[in-house]
C-alpha cells in the first residue's frame, strides 16, 4: 500500500498533539478564548472553522458545501467523528457553529 497505513497513523498522532495544545489554551480561563463562544471572537472563528470538517457541524453546509453529516463517512470515521464531538475542542466548535453561523452566513 506503499505506507498508506503508517502515514494515516502518523498523520492522526499529529493531529492529536495539535488537539491536546489547542484544548489546552481552551482550559485556560484568561487565554485567547476568553468569552468564547458565547461571543464570536477572532480566535474562536478561526477554530471552529478548521475544527469542523472534523465534527460535521449541523449548520456546516449551506450555498457554498454541500451537506455533510457524520453518516457520509464510512463507520470507523463515524466514530472518530463522535470521539472528537465529545472532546472539550469538539464541543467548542459545535457551540460556535450553534450560536453564531446561522446569523452570518444565510
Not at 500500500?1 to 499529529?14: C, F, I, V
Not at 464531538?85 to 446561522?102: A, D, K, N, S
Amino acid at each position: 500500500d506503499g505506507g498508506g497505513e503508517e502515514k494515516q497513523a502518523k498523520t492522526l498522532q499529529d493531529f492529536e498533539a495539535a488537539i491536546q495544545k489547542v484544548e489546552a489554551e481552551l482550559a485556560k480561563p484568561d487565554g485567547c478564548f476568553q468569552g468564547a463562544p458565547e461571543t464570536l471572537t477572532p480566535p474562536a472563528l478561526a477554530l471552529a472553522a478548521l475544527f469542523a470538517p472534523a465534527v460535521c457541524p449541523p449548520e456546516y453546509s449551506g450555498k457554498f458545501a454541500p451537506d455533510i453529516t457524520p453518516e457520509t463517512f464510512s463507520e470507523p470515521q463515524q466514530q472518530r467523528i463522535q470521539g472528537w464531538r465529545q472532546r472539550p475542542i469538539g464541543r467548542f466548535t459545535l457551540e460556535v457553529y450553534r450560536l453564531h453561523r446561522m446569523r452570518c452566513v444565510p
